[in-house]
């Protein structure tokens, strides 16, 4: 027959035991979810700050000054979107709508620099990305 202090014993290694288990498992499915996402995040040309200028100053003609304020609010749109993300984690379904809102301040802000001329060709890539969006969103939907 065990004495009580020998069961309380193998009661906290079991507990200790199984929470670093948890804890270890945990830091691996992180690590395996950033691995996949960082991948897929490689595999889709038509994301990052460099190459979203690049592509607006071959459609819509950019100058130099446009390219570095451009450059300027999609960095402080992504450093947005990061504090989002960490900030509402636990709670996925809450992402969308303010994403949505810091993409539609970023598109104001930078409206708001482009030209005449060159506002509907963004208009058409703003129109095009969020075609994009969408198939995307109902290609993870299935």
Not at 35 to 62: C, N, W, Y
Not at 68 to 79: A, M, P, R, Y
Request: proline share 4%.
């Amino acid at each position: 027959m065990e004495t009580k202090t020998s069961s309380q014993t193998k009661a906290r290694l079991i507990v200790v035991t199984v929470f670093v288990i948890g804890f270890a498992a945990g830091a691996l499915s992180l690590n395996l979810y950033e691995q996949m996402t960082s991948s897929a995040k490689k595999d889709m040309p038509q994301h990052g700050t460099e190459f979203l200028i690049k592509r607006m100053d071959e459609r819509v003609g950019l100058t130099t000054d446009q390219q570095d304020q451009i450059k300027k609010i999609l960095d402080e749109t992504s450093e947005k979107y990061r504090e989002i993300r960490s900030e509402l984690e636990p709670r996925i379904k809450d992402f969308e709508p303010r994403f949505n809102a810091v993409r539609e301040q970023s598109r104001d802000r930078i409206r708001a620099l482009l030209t005449p001329d060159q506002l509907p060709k963004y208009e058409k890539m703003i129109e095009e990305r969020d075609r994009m969006r969408e198939q995307e969103r109902e290609r993870n939907k299935k």
